[in-house]
């Protein structure tokens, strides 16, 4: 995936988050806003923003952390993975 495609929002470090999104979404927006209200630095793709070839990349990553390629996809330290919008598990997470 063209890394251009990943925007880089600043924050405090908690590891390397990767927000996988989409646009549209309700819960992926709560959670974009939730990372911003916790002044967490995070990694973001809007994958329906993507071109197709870039679109099928993002969703073959996804699938590795899960299979049901559903909506947020939160990739943390690339050894755990939040699906959906959990403002407690994520909170949790973080303060690890």
């Known amino acids: 995936m063209n890394t ?35 002044g967490v630095a995070y990694d973001v793709v809007d994958v329906d923003l993507l071109d197709k070839p870039e679109q099928n990349e993002a969703t073959e990553e996804i699938s590795k952390w899960n299979p049901g390629k559903t909506f947020p996809t939160i990739v943390i330290n690339d050894d755990r993975c939040i699906i959906g919008y959990s403002p407690d598990e994520l909170q949790a997470e973080l303060k690890k």
């Open 4 to 38: 251009n495609s990943i925007r880089h929002i600043e924050g405090e470090d908690h590891g390397h988050i990767m927000l996988y999104a989409l646009s549209t979404c309700m819960w992926c927006r709560k959670t974009k806003q939730m990372l911003d209200d916790l």
